[in-house]
């Protein structure tokens, strides 16, 4: 099984409706994140937690919110999806020291 | 300001010869890291390596090093030896501590290697 789990790997979605991205990991992991990747963009990140009391925004926050539900979940929901979030979405785990993150396999989102 | 910069879009090279991928990057924090990051077409994000900025040596990762240049602020990914399967888009990133340890991404080169 993977470290960093996320459903759905793809979704295409209409305008208007709200949508769940969730995540999951067996790291045992404190730091997770929420990334967004647009062609030729890189990697933005939208929302971080440090653990499950602390959540703070990204770059790109807006339109987007986050639940963390324990350590090991982290969910990002799109509240109002419009058509310029469709991108490919990246949930991503680390130690306290951030020697590295870990990524999920990516979900594809797109908003007809 | 950015804070990684990769100016080399694309990058062609011959299988079996040896590639540099430029990154430079842009902090105050005297304590940071750097990755990079292989993406293939299917899209997931495969870690390679990492070098703290502490660290005296350049980090080596089987084919993988880096090349890193404290003072000019640069921490270039050479591969050596290409393979047909080193073919995909490449991410340099850096974490600050004293930004909470985010994590910063440049936008990436597509590798394409020729046999």
């Known amino acids: 099984d993977a470290d960093v789990t996320q459903t759905p790997r793809n979704r295409i979605t209409k305008t208007g409706k709200r949508i769940m991205l969730e995540c999951s990991q067996t790291?045992?992991?404190?730091?997770m994140y929420w990334y967004r990747q647009d062609p030729g963009l890189g990697l933005q990140l939208i929302y971080y937690?440090?653990?499950?009391?602390?959540?703070n925004k990204g770059e790109i926050s807006d339109g987007y919110s986050v639940s963390r539900q324990a350590q090991a979940k982290f969910s990002l929901s799109l509240e109002s999806a419009i058509p310029n979030q469709t991108a490919l979405y990246f949930c991503?785990?680390?130690?306290?020291?951030?020697?590295?993150?870990?990524f999920g396999q990516g979900t594809r989102l797109t908003v007809v | 300001a950015q804070k990684i910069t990769q100016t080399q879009p694309g990058m062609f090279v011959q299988e079996k010869e040896a590639v540099t991928l430029d990154c430079t990057y842009d902090?105050?924090?005297?304590?940071?890291?750097l990755f990079w990051y292989k993406q293939p077409s299917s899209g997931e994000m495969i870690f390679l390596i990492y070098?703290?900025?502490?660290?005296?040596q350049n980090a080596t990762e089987g084919r993988y090093s880096l090349n890193f240049q404290k003072a000019r602020k640069s921490a270039n990914l050479v591969i050596s030896a290409s393979q047909l399967g080193d073919s995909a888009m490449y991410f340099c990133?850096?974490?600050?501590?004293?930004?909470?340890?985010?994590?910063?991404f440049g936008t990436g080169t597509s590798l394409t290697v020729i046999p």
């Open positions: 937690s440090f653990d499950v009391k602390d959540i």
């Open positions: 991503a785990t680390s130690d306290n020291l951030g020697v590295e993150a870990f």
């Open positions: 790291k045992g992991h404190d730091r």
């Open positions: 902090t105050s924090d005297p304590s940071y890291g």
């Open positions: 070098q703290g900025s502490y660290d005296q």
């Open positions: 990133a850096m974490r600050e501590v004293n930004t909470g340890n985010q994590f910063y």
